[in-house]
Every structure is written in C-alpha cells, then in structure tokens.
C-alpha cells in the first residue's frame, strides 16, 4: 500500500494556458475525490467517483474543469484556459466501502500557480 | 446546511501537556460521520480520527481522543503529551451521507507546540 499519490507536486503555469492533473488512488478504494484547498482555508470538494462514475459535482467545478477516472482507477483534473484565481493547492482523496466507509485518505497535493 | 466552526486560529501549547482543539458543527442529519486531519507543512492531509454520530463512545488512537459531545455538537480534538512534531495545521470535518458525498471542513486551527 503505497498511499494516495499525486502528480504533479507543483505546478507553475501562465493565464489562458491549460493544465493536467493526476491522482492515483489507493489500489483497492473504488471511491475518488478532489478537493481545492486556498490558503488559510480547509480543503472545498470539487468531485466525487465512484468507480468511473463521477457522481457528484461542487457548483465550485466551473465549466472550465473537467474530471475523468475512465478505468476507475487514477483520475485526471483539467482546468482549461486557467485564470490567477485557479491558483490553490489542489487535493486528491480516495476511499473504500470497508471499515466506516468513510474515512478519506489524500495524496500530498498539486500546488498550482497561475502567474 | 452542513457547517463546521473551529473559532480558535491559533494555539499554543508546551512540549509534553495536552492540548484541545474546538470544533463545532451543525446538521439536521441524525447520521454523519466526524473527521480531524493533521496537515503539516509539507500539505499532506493526514487522517487522525473518526467518530460517527451513533456510536456510543468517544473514540481514540494513540494520543489522540475526540470529545464527542452530541447534544452540544461538538467534536473536540485532545492531543495528549504534545510532541514538537505535532505542530501543524488542524482541520476538523463532517460527513453526512444523505447530504451525498462531499465532506466539509472547518477552516483549521494551527497549532505550535513550544520545546
């Protein structure tokens, strides 16, 4: 079990420009989620799978973000022509049905700056 | 409306005693689950603790211990014999099932223990 991973760890890119995301989960938690963590806040859901399914979408996920998890396993999180207020760090979680079926684990975060 | 509130932004505490940090929430839900992550510097969300809303003891792990006090709403963290290497950010969080799958966090308490 190597934990939650995510990548990149940081990213710098210019306004207008689009960027990609991954997470991989823990290998047997079929549950995924994002989440957008602004400084000095706690982290916001963005969206929630379920498998491949993406069950639930934050009104915070604009049009200009899209996420997939096409073989439910890793996920990708694009925001497209990226704007100075897309800058945050940017939280991956999975989960399992098993124990509380609860409890989310994270990766270490993509930091994103929008110069 | 889900809510989560953690009124104390910061707080200090001396190498070895313990220490409690706030939370309280608000729900109509009878069913929900309670969460407190750590997250040091580095950004990683680290799970601590879980309590669910119908489970009839306070639970613990290790030095951590969630004061659950139900008809207060309230889900205090109490770390005991602070380590130097608890200092982080706190987050308390709240889960409710019938609110579909998204958790809401509070906005954290940093905590800074004192050598």
């Known amino acids: 079990d190597t934990g939650v991973s995510q990548d990149p760890r940081h990213k710098i890119t210019k306004r207008g420009q689009n960027v990609t995301f991954r997470c991989d989960p823990i290998s047997e938690h079929n549950r995924l989620y994002w989440y957008r963590q602004t400084l000095g806040q706690g982290p916001e859901f963005l969206t929630y799978f379920q498998n491949e399914a993406q069950l639930e979408k934050s009104r915070l996920l604009s049009d200009r973000f899209s996420a997939e998890r096409p073989k439910g396993s890793f996920s990708t999180l694009e925001i497209q022509r990226t704007e100075q207020g897309d800058s945050a760090m940017y939280l991956c979680?999975?989960?399992?049905?098993?124990?509380?079926?609860?409890?989310?684990?994270f990766g270490p975060g993509t930091r994103l700056l929008v110069l | 409306a889900q809510k989560i509130t953690q009124t104390q932004p910061g707080m200090f505490v001396q190498e070895k005693e313990a220490v409690t940090l706030d939370c309280t929430y608000d729900t109509s839900d009878p069913s929900y689950g309670l969460f407190w992550y750590k997250q040091p510097s580095s950004g990683e969300m680290i799970f601590l603790i879980y309590?669910?809303?119908?489970?009839?003891q306070n639970a613990t792990e290790g030095r951590y211990s969630l004061n659950f006090q139900k008809a207060r709403k309230s889900a205090n963290l109490v770390i005991s014999a602070s380590q130097l290497g608890d200092s982080a950010m706190y987050f308390c969080?709240?889960?409710?099932?019938?609110?579909?799958?998204?958790?809401?966090f509070g906005a954290g308490t940093r905590l800074f223990v004192k050598a």
């Open positions: 979680a999975s989960s399992s049905t098993q124990g509380n079926g609860q409890t989310q684990y």
């Open positions: 969080a709240m889960r409710e099932p019938s609110g579909g799958f998204k958790t809401i």
């Open positions: 309590q669910g809303s119908y489970d009839q």
